[in-house]
């Protein structure tokens, strides 16, 4: 089955640039959409069709894709964005979603 | 407002049925898809299927084909999620979510989740 992979985690520091990537073989076909989870809450979207930014989301959240991945990057990550990221997209066949495995991201 | 609201938490044995809910308001109901997405204990989100309310087209993921049921009832703008049987690794959290088209779109609202104890 179609897979999406994510690194598992990713560190930085308040201010630093974090960025999250995800790769799978339809991307260059296939829109990506990032989720924000915080523990105990529903995801929140964050980005949807690669690049473009859902009203109310900060300006420092931005999107990218090229080939077979997808780039979530944080410009200035703050402490509020500690969350589990999530990209999404559909496989090949067009019949099926799939979420990346996550990545728990850490702003320490 | 655009909102999916879901039932309650549930608590079920091992070998029961359940059907749970996801009421949508603030939209005309036919015009979007409904995911619905598990988050097991611990564990990242998964896709499980999806319907378009309209005329009931739904698809579902390989790994839940056979094992749940998505429906909706465009009379009271409702759609839902069900099992015959169920088994602990069942367990998990339960979400909604709407999709302007599938399968381009994404998710942009979701429910605040279901919870479901499946325990003997």
């Known amino acids: 089955s179609y897979e999406l992979t994510q690194p598992p985690s990713v560190s930085v520091s308040p201010g630093q640039t974090a960025r999250i990537t995800c790769s799978g073989d339809a991307l260059p076909k296939k829109y990506v959409y990032w989720y924000q989870e915080k523990s105990s809450q529903a995801p929140v979207l964050v980005i949807y069709?690669?690049?473009k930014r859902p009203s109310g989301i900060p300006q420092r959240f931005s999107g990218s894709s090229s080939g077979t991945m997808a780039t979530l990057t944080i410009s200035g990550a703050q402490v509020e964005d500690e969350a589990d990221y999530y990209c999404y997209s559909t496989d090949t066949s067009g019949n099926h979603g799939v979420f990346g495995g996550g990545t728990k991201l850490t702003v320490l | 407002e655009v909102q999916l609201v879901q039932s309650g938490a549930e608590v079920k044995k091992p070998g029961e049925s359940l059907k749970i809910s996801c009421k949508s308001s603030g939209y005309t109901f036919t015009t979007y898809w409904i995911a619905w997405v598990r988050q097991m204990p611990g564990k990242g989100l998964e896709w499980m299927g999806i319907i378009f309310p309209a005329d009931s087209d739904t698809r579902y993921s390989p790994s839940f084909q056979g094992q749940v049921t998505i429906s909706a009832d465009k009379s009271i703008s409702t759609a839902y999620l069900q099992w015959t049987s169920l088994k602990a690794s069942d367990t998990a959290i339960y979400y909604c979510a709407r999709c302007g088209s599938f399968p381009r779109g994404g998710f942009d609202i979701w429910g605040q989740g279901t919870t479901v104890t499946v325990s003997p």
């Open positions: 069709e690669d690049s």
